[in-house]
């Protein structure tokens, strides 16, 4: 043992002294069970549905995406919302697979600065002139749909943010961080559909 790593075990050890001795941090974790999309504190108080897929259904090829393999439509599916708190000033849609093996999952589509009066997103619209898109985990700013590596089927979580700003202020087009970002500090309620695809 060099002196220096001696030095650095009796630091260790005397701030662990008296059970002072900090507890480690929380891993980051992934799974259909703690989606990294999920806000830190707000309410899970909006109802979302969808007329192309039932919560913990299969997702229809239509919306499957179209490469890496995978032969599908590549359109976004029809969302719809109801319960939004008062106070709502715009709406927030992401959609992530936090199976996807990559320790993060893998955000598809993002879209933020939806106006208040929306409460549906028709399946594969354009989005309402206002709307900002952010770059997804494929590199662009479109939807992208289900492509999961062959085996079990991943879990795609459809969230929706009901958001105390108008507008979150960001360049076009942001990053799928800084929207995610933002998203923590704004947001009042939140609500999900998921569904499901593998191959």
């Known amino acids: 043992m060099t002196p220096r790593t001696m030095l650095c075990t009796a630091l260790v050890l005397a701030g662990c ?10 891993p980051v974790t ?6 990294l999309s999920e806000p830190i504190s707000a ?6 549905t969808s007329t192309d897929f039932a919560d913990g259904q299969t997702i229809p090829m239509s919306h499957v995406f179209n490469g890496f393999g995978c032969t599908g439509g590549n359109a976004s599916p029809q969302l719809a919302w109801t319960g939004a ?9 992401v959609a992530h697979d936090p199976d996807a093996p990559t ?7 993002i879209v933020a600065d ?20 952010g770059r997804t985990d494929f590199g662009g700013t479109t939807y992208g749909g289900p492509c ?3 085996g079990a089927p991943h879990h795609y979580h459809f969230t929706v943010y009901a958001l105390d700003v108008p507008s979150l202020g960001l360049a076009d087009p942001p990053s799928g961080a800084l929207i995610r970002f933002m998203l923590r500090a704004h947001t009042l309620a939140y609500g999900r559909i998921t569904g499901t695809y593998g191959r």
Request: hydrophobic share 40%.
């Open 43 to 48: 309410p899970r108080a909006l109802t979302v």
């Open 103 to 109: 320790g993060v999952g893998f955000f598809h589509w």
């Open 17 to 26: 002294a008296h059970g002072r001795c900090p507890a480690p941090a929380s």
């Open 85 to 93: 708190p008062a106070g709502t000033r715009s709406f927030a849609v």
């Open 114 to 133: 939806l106006p208040a009066s929306t409460t549906t997103l028709a399946g594969g619209a354009p989005l309402a002139q206002g709307a900002v898109a």
């Open 148 to 150: 999961p590596p062959p």
């Open 30 to 35: 992934t799974g259909s069970d703690v989606p």
